[in-house]
């Protein structure tokens, strides 16, 4: 899992991230932050080529997060029409976005499916003004070993321009 607690030092996150294995981006969760893949021509594969995500939601949105739990600074999601992704504060470029392996998404929730790193959750969502704002329907605050997610997500995404 690259999930890690605040960040101190560069350094440290780059030991969790390279002990954690795993940077393959599109196989679990979360790519390396901390990581630079070189541009790829081939196609990307999508883990859900079905879901359609809901205009409203389609762009760049980001939170400043500065809650004990993930890294603090300034996340990014990108919904694009078949893809929701995040970036960590530590990422050092778009390339380090994540798959949040959106498998149903409707005009209120959105279902994450179950990966190798992480259980599956579903949330709700709505567009308030320019703000997209995110609360989780399960329970999972005390075994979820992706708890970090329960700190990111719904801390409210700013549309950006």
Known sequence: MHRHRVLVLIAVVGLIL???????????QQGAAATVAAPSTA??????PDVV???????VWTA??????PSNGLWRIRIT???MELKNPAAASDSDYFWLWTDRIDDRTFHMAADADCPAATYTWSVQASQLVMTTTDDNSTNDPCSD?????PTPF????
Not at 64 to 69: D, E, F, L
Not at 149 to 153: E, F, G, K, Q, S
């Open 18 to 28: 390279a002990a954690c294995g795993g940077s393959t981006q599109g196989v679990a």
């Open 43 to 48: 196609a990307t594969t999508l883990p859900f």
């Open 53 to 59: 995500m809901p205009k409203d939601l389609l762009g």
């Open 64 to 69: 400043n997060v500065q809650r004990p739990g």
């Open 81 to 83: 029409e078949h893809l």
């Open 149 to 153: 997610r329960m700190v990111t997500l």
């Open 158 to 161: 700013t549309r950006q321009p």
